[in-house]
T-cell receptor, first 110, second 113 residues
Framework: AQSVAQPEDQVNVAEGNPLTVKCTYS??????LFWYVQYPNRGLQFLLK??????LVKGSYGFEAEFNKSQTSFHLKKPSALVSDSALYFC????????FGAGTRLTVKP | DAGVIQSPRHEVTEMGQEVTLRCKPI?????LFWYRQTMMRGLELLIY????????DSGMPEDRFSAKMPNASFSTLKIQPSEPRDSAVYFC???????????FGQGTRLTVV
């Protein structure tokens, strides 16, 4: 079955430090991978996607993600975290439909 | 475009009542998804339409749940009869026509008492 996994329920970082939110995938064939962010009482907002091409994908709000085929990973990164980045982050894979990971709650402390 | 529009934003109903959630996808999108989000189960895909045709409804919990897409600009998710365990936030999302990200509505928070 096509799926993504987010091994961490919670990630805590200090403001100004780099952040990484992990995602691994299990897909037959070429994966189409996405990251979304959810703020309280809001719908999911698209951050970035990997379809093909460059393994380093840049997205909204200074986020980027690196596609690693050998490790079947698509980790979300940001060089310098902001308190306002605190939210719930979802990794997703698109095959015939879109399947989401369980989500990782990112908390950035001042 | 106003994005994916869901109504109502909040719904409180009594157990046993029928509930209908509505969704207007983004114009031009040909895929529509219904998701349910709870603390316990996270974000679950309930059903997926492509060109108004249900493609995969394996995520629909039971026969009490039904979804329709009578045309490209409207979809409904109905629960009849509703139960307290149906309480959740229900999201509609649309995408397409090519390999693109899904755009989400603001969600409907359903509370069944």
């Amino acid at each position: 079955a096509q799926s993504v996994a987010q091994p961490e329920d919670q990630v805590n970082v200090a403001e100004g430090n780099p952040l990484t939110v992990k995602c691994t995938y299990s897909v037959s064939g070429n994966p189409y991978l996405f990251w979304y962010v959810q703020y309280p009482n809001r719908g999911l907002q698209f951050l970035l996607k990997y379809i093909t091409g460059d393994n380093l994908v840049k997205g909204s709000y200074g986020f980027e993600a690196e596609f690693n085929k050998s490790q079947t990973s698509f980790h979300l990164k940001k060089p310098s975290a902001l308190v306002s980045d605190s939210a719930l982050y979802f990794c997703a894979v698109l095959t015939s439909d879109m399947r989401f990971g369980a989500g990782t709650r990112l908390t950035v402390k001042p | 475009d106003a994005g994916v529009i869901q109504s109502p934003r909040h719904e409180v109903t009594e157990m046993g009542q029928e509930v209908t959630l509505r969704c207007k996808p983004i114009s031009g999108h040909n895929s529509l998804f219904w998701y349910r989000q709870t603390m316990m189960r996270g974000l679950e895909l309930l059903i997926y339409f492509n060109n108004n045709v249900p493609i995969d409804d394996s995520g629909m919990p039971e026969d009490r749940f039904s979804a329709k897409m009578p045309n490209a600009s409207f979809s409904t998710l109905k629960i009849q009869p509703s139960e307290p365990r149906d309480s959740a936030v229900y999201f509609c999302a649309s995408s397409g026509p090519f390999v693109t990200e899904a755009f989400f509505g603001q969600g409907t928070r359903l509370t069944v008492v």
